[in-house]
């Protein structure tokens, strides 16, 4: 019989609690309230959903090199795209998203760690077989982007010139998300409990319903 630890148990229910507290009510302040103070408080919910998968699934021990190396991929892939037009197309980041290097918000290097242990997490739970974990792996980081993209202007988050993402952006995205893919499912990472699959569904709740909302009256 297998045992369940209680404090790491109580530690994911309460951090899946906060989570959605914060995407509900940013999801609520940004419709009815006040627009530009919940958009403001974007790093300060990003740090806190990243925060809390450090806590959450931590028990592979390459789980670290694992974050550090989408950190780290995510920067030098952005800067690249930001300085150069390299990767993913001519775009800038605008100011939501806090302090930036070399034109990089330092949360954009946080948030590619994120998405690729949380994708990486469910994507490993459908097949053993490695190819196939990489390409939902892969689909579910790009699905996420697509829903981003109309909206990102919107929201502070960064422009592309001409307005909209070209196809060279999303071509960009699967290939650094394939990286990512690779290295996480070659080295069999393993992230047990539900903490990525709920905040991977709330990421898809709160963009779907910002981009509904800008799709139909605007932002």
């Known amino acids: 019989m297998l045992s369940v630890n209680p404090i790491k148990l109580n530690l994911e229910i309460i951090s899946i609690g906060i989570i959605w507290l914060f995407h509900v009510s940013g999801i609520i302040g940004i419709l009815y309230g006040n627009s530009d103070w919940f958009i403001s408080a974007t790093p300060l919910n990003l740090s806190i959903n990243f925060i809390l998968l450090l806590l959450n699934c931590n028990g592979h021990k390459l789980f670290f090199p694992m974050v550090i190396i989408g950190f780290l991929t995510g920067m030098i892939t952005e800067i690249l795209g ?92 699967a290939a650094v998300a394939f990286f990512l893919q690779f290295i996480f499912h070659f080295f069999k990472i393993s992230v047990e409990g539900w903490f990525p699959h709920q905040l991977y569904l709330l990421q898809i709740i709160f963009f779907t319903v910002l981009l509904i909302k800008q799709t139909t009256i605007g932002l």
């Open 82 to 173: 930001v300085q150069w037009g390299w990767i993913f197309g001519d775009y800038q980041y605008l100011d939501a998203l806090g302090y930036k290097v070399l034109g990089v918000p330092v949360l954009i290097g946080v948030n590619w760690a994120l998405l690729a242990v949380i994708t990486g997490a469910i994507a490993q739970q459908f097949y053993e077989n490695i190819i196939m974990r990489i390409i939902i792996g892969v689909a579910l980081m790009l699905f996420l982007d697509l829903l981003i993209e109309p909206i990102a202007p919107m929201l502070d988050f960064w422009v592309f010139e001409g307005g909209e993402a070209p196809l060279q952006n999303y071509i960009g995205w």
